[in-house]
């Protein structure tokens, strides 16, 4: 991730970079009147996660990401620190007390692949 004058991009400049929008700012507001900025009140991307869905390709909608949020809430309602989330063909760690996507996969990343450190999974 680029920096700009030596800080990270704000959390705009990040969401303009990994959501598909059909317009500008003022679409960010979907059906359900919810902004991309409220989804990421409760829903976090670590910098190595950030780092991960660049690296990756991975752009996510925001209905992936309403997705990606329910199912680390059925994750804390189940007592799940460290999650293993599966979405349309990704993998995501979460650590579901921060409301924090530690990492993202893709399909070509998954396979094969052991995963560690967590204590549930979810499918969404």
């Known amino acids: 991730m680029n920096t700009v004058n030596g ?7 990040v969401a ?48 992936q990401i309403d997705r990606l949020n329910a199912g680390m809430q059925k994750a804390g309602e189940k007592g799940i620190n460290e999650s293993l989330v599966l979405m349309d063909q990704m993998a995501f760690i979460v650590n579901v007390k921060n409301n924090t996507v530690i990492t993202a996969l893709n399909d070509q990343e998954i396979k094969d692949n052991v995963f560690t450190n967590i204590d549930g999974a979810i499918i969404v």
């Open 7 to 13: 800080q990270f991009p704000s959390i705009e400049q």
């Open 16 to 63: 303009g970079n990994y959501l598909k929008r059909s317009g500008g700012r003022n679409d960010a507001v979907e059906k359900n009147d919810k902004s991309f900025a409220d989804v990421f009140d409760s829903l976090k991307f670590s910098k190595h996660a950030s780092l991960r869905l660049q690296d990756r390709n991975i752009e996510l909608s925001e209905s």
